[in-house]
């Protein structure tokens, strides 16, 4: 049977940068809809790996010059090709052992949109994947309605790799807010990771707030939730301010139109976009236009200001001031624009 210094090392040689593991059991407490145990009863422990952001992929939009290297080699590419590729192979080692082992790549990555650890509100628009959860009914009285999502940033909680910060966003003492985390759970037990006990990484300072393009985190309101008997709480967040504003996305006046967004003609381009329109998706994400303006690179800002993180640099990253575009000139029936 293999332990856990032996699962972690195994992890790092195959590429992970970060490995936690959290048992099952802190779980407890989950809603029925995003408790990981209703997929896989028999299940033992949550392995939560890290794969970092690079802080040069966010060169070209800390720039204004190059915005495509963000989304694809640091949010599609890791997300959909490099995350999944690893726990595939990653999981076998625990499958040739006899325990299964279920790898999850991006699948449950909308997850993390649900504010609280609650069912999302059916009211409002959701991403296609939540859809299957609302549209669909349990197979049997005692069971959630599929798919049951796995929260990624509360799993990565549990394994010990850091805190959430007040942005959502997931801070690790080793990358600050730039990693993304893909899970394997299994039927093996292996030994758990404290919950993270450093310095407190986020302190509240508001720059994720302040710099974030779509005021999509609330200054004042909010979420409270209890994870292995602590309470966590962060500013409570709107999906659907940041679903337009991170694609440089601005609402059109009323008597205007913009086309910015293939398809629709309410919206222009934002100050935070070069772009007349959207750029084409790569690796399936063409929409970080914003590169995480607020809740990533203001937040990694200060995180490298305080020197609360380890992956350490010779340069600071800001050097200028942040740019913005002015679209005083849009014309909507510019060629460029439509
Ligand atoms: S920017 Fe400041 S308040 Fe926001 S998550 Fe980072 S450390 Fe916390
Ligand atoms: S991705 Fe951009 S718009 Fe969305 S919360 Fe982060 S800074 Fe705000």
Redesign the pocket.
């Known amino acids: 049977m293999l332990d856990s210094s032996t699962v972690k090392k195994i992890a790092k040689d195959m590429g992970a940068d970060l490995v936690g593991i959290a048992p099952m059991s802190r779980f407890e407490g989950a809603p029925r809809q995003m408790d990981p145990r209703f997929i896989m009863p028999n299940a033992k422990s949550m392995i939560v790996v890290g794969f970092r952001i690079n802080r040069g992929a966010l060169r070209g939009i800390e720039e204004g010059t190059h915005f495509s290297n963000y989304s694809s080699m640091a949010y599609g590419a890791i997300n959909t090709v490099f995350m999944p590729n690893f726990v595939i192979r990653f999981s076998r080692i625990f499958e040739d052992e006899g325990y299964e082992a279920m790898p999850f790549g991006y699948e449950s990555v909308f997850g993390n949109i649900v504010d609280s650890w609650v069912k999302p509100d059916e009211s409002k628009p959701q991403p296609p994947i939540m859809n299957n959860m609302l549209n669909s009914k349990p197979v049997a009285p005692d069971k959630p309605a599929p798919d049951v999502l796995i929260h990624v940033r509360i799993a990565a909680y549990l394994a010990g790799l850091g805190e959430i910060?007040?942005?959502k966003?997931f801070?690790t003492p080793e990358f600050g807010?730039r990693q993304r985390f893909a899970m394997v759970m299994t039927e093996m037990e292996l030994e758990p990771d404290p919950i993270y006990d450093g310095p407190p990484?986020?302190?509240?300072?508001?720059?994720?707030?302040r710099n974030c393009p779509g005021q999509a985190i609330n200054p004042h309101k909010t979420v409270k939730v209890t994870l292995a008997g602590r309470q966590v709480e962060w500013g409570e967040f709107d999906p659907q301010k940041c679903l337009w504003a991170f694609r440089g996305a601005e609402p059109v006046k009323e008597g205007e139109v913009g086309y910015y967004i293939e398809g629709r003609d309410d919206f222009r381009p934002s100050p935070y976009t070069p772009f007349y329109k959207k750029p084409r998706n790569v690796f399936t994400h063409g929409e970080a236009v914003c590169g995480g303006r607020g809740?990533i690179r203001?937040?990694m800002i200060?995180?490298e200001k305080r020197k609360a993180i380890k992956n350490t640099f010779k340069r600071p990253f800001r050097t200028e001031k942040p740019w913005l575009v002015d679209w005083s000139d849009y014309d909507p029936n510019d060629p460029r624009a439509r």
């Open positions: 910060g007040y942005s966003i801070l807010p990484l986020c302190n509240r300072c508001m720059s994720c707030v809740c203001a937040c200060e995180l």
